[in-house]
């Protein structure tokens, strides 16, 4: 074994849980996340997708079918939680507008919250946070691919930090002798902003001992996972990332390792007090994510099946059991879905295991 094989594996190290897509609307903060708290405190590295703007500031942006934000409190209570960063690349940060995300980013920044993907300008958006635990230099980068108009931050305005996508569709059949079949979908990133995330993986890496990254992707309901989240995820971990973690589609979804690194395509929601009509109870699965984290990457990967909280049904996560009920129905859809990729969850004695097949 090498020297630096040997610091690899005996260096720093410390215990990572990532959570899916959070948005507390509910007036009443206290005890947030209930019996999954002490879990995140106990974790060198709690992080998670903050979905709305905690603000009493700005107004519903024009257009937008649905809009939420969620009161200043809930700062204080992410903290209370144990969540050590918060990404806020995704496509309702800015649904109150920009005097919202600024007044957020301030609040965040005053409770000692760091944050990364979405800024003051697109310099900011872009730049990364680096943690330390452990003597573990963690470097943190957030993207989204959902894009509402006007949401992209640019040189001179706020917004979130963009990796667009592209969207093509083509007739599956003749339409000739098949009029109106359903098309093929194509979807692919858009090179400019795939370049530019590599790039920035690199830089990234060259500054830390492991660098994680977020991506808010895929089609709202779906669980399927798209061409284009396949191109970033595998762009990512090829540029150095250790594990790429994604939300946005309510739902859960597959797991892959590429290059013996993990891309987790959807995580679900782990507290989410938006009203649609389509967030049907599927949406109240999700799981949290924890691994071993170290100079050689993710490690000892598992899943934690959990009941999302839901203000007014469920208000606070809770655990799953994973051996029956809808905790077993969690770890099966994970499983179908992850299969193709080959990778393999085992549920021994309440831990559910992820790896390579």
């Given at each position: 074994m090498s020297a630096d094989e040997a610091r690899r594996a005996d260096g720093p190290a410390c215990t990572l849980v990532f959570g899916g897509d959070v948005a507390p609307v509910r007036p009443a903060h206290d005890?947030?996340?209930?019996?999954?708290?002490?879990?995140?405190?106990?974790a060198e590295v709690a992080l998670c997708n903050l979905e709305i703007a905690l603000s009493d500031k700005g107004r519903p942006a024009r257009g937008k079918s649905i809009t939420a934000r969620g009161a200043?409190?809930?700062?204080?209570?992410?903290?209370?939680?144990?969540?050590?960063?918060?990404?806020?690349?995704?496509?309702?940060?800015?649904?109150?507008?920009?005097?919202?995300?600024?007044?957020?980013?301030?609040?965040?920044?005053?409770?000692?919250?760091?944050?990364?993907?979405?800024?003051?300008?697109a310099a900011a958006a872009a730049a990364p946070i680096v943690l330390e635990r452990n003597r573990l230099r963690i470097?943190?980068?957030?993207?989204?691919?959902?894009?509402?108009?006007?949401?992209?931050?640019?040189?001179?305005?706020?917004?979130?930090?963009?990796?667009?996508?592209?969207?093509?569709?083509?007739?599956?059949?003749n339409p000739e002798e098949y009029p109106g079949s359903a098309p093929t979908v194509h979807t692919w990133a858009e090179p400019k902003d795939l370049a530019r995330m590599v790039d920035d993986i690199r830089a990234l890496k060259a500054k830390t001992d492991v660098v994680l990254v977020y991506q808010h992707w895929g089609a709202?309901?779906?669980?399927?996972?798209?061409?284009?989240?396949?191109?970033?995820?595998?762009?990512?971990?090829?540029?150095?990332?250790?594990?790429?973690?994604?939300?946005?589609?309510?739902?859960?979804?597959?797991?892959?390792?590429?290059?013996?690194?993990?891309?987790?395509?959807?995580?679900?929601?782990?507290?989410?007090?938006?009203?649609?009509?389509?967030?049907?109870?599927?949406?109240?699965?999700?799981?949290?994510?924890?691994?071993?984290?170290?100079p050689a990457g993710l490690s000892a990967c598992e899943i934690l099946p959990c009941r999302a909280g839901v203000t007014g049904r469920y208000d606070r996560p809770a655990f799953l059991p994973p051996e029956h009920g809808d905790g077993a129905r969690i770890v099966e859809t994970v499983h179908r879905l992850s299969e193709p990729f080959g990778t393999r969850l085992t549920a021994t004695g309440g831990r559910v295991a992820v790896e390579p097949a």
């Open positions: 005890d947030l996340f209930g019996e999954l708290a002490p879990f995140l405190r106990a200043p409190a809930a700062v204080d209570a992410l903290v209370e939680a144990g969540f050590d960063a918060v990404n806020l690349a995704n496509n309702h940060v800015l649904d109150y507008g920009e005097e919202a995300l600024c007044d957020t980013l301030a609040r965040l920044d005053a409770a000692g919250l760091p944050h990364f993907g979405a800024g003051c300008d470097g943190l980068l957030g993207y989204t691919s959902t894009l509402p108009q006007g949401f992209a931050a640019t040189e001179t305005a706020p917004g979130v930090n963009p990796l667009r996508a592209g969207t093509a569709y083509r007739p599956a059949r709202s309901m779906t669980e399927a996972v798209l061409d284009f989240q396949r191109e970033i995820g595998h762009a990512a971990i090829e540029a150095g990332a250790a594990g790429v973690f994604g939300g946005h589609q309510h739902v859960v979804s597959g797991i892959e390792f590429h290059k013996g690194c993990p891309i987790v395509h959807g995580m679900g929601n782990l507290l989410f007090d938006v009203f649609a009509p389509f967030l049907t109870a599927v949406t109240h699965r999700t799981f949290l994510f924890k691994a071993r984290l170290s």
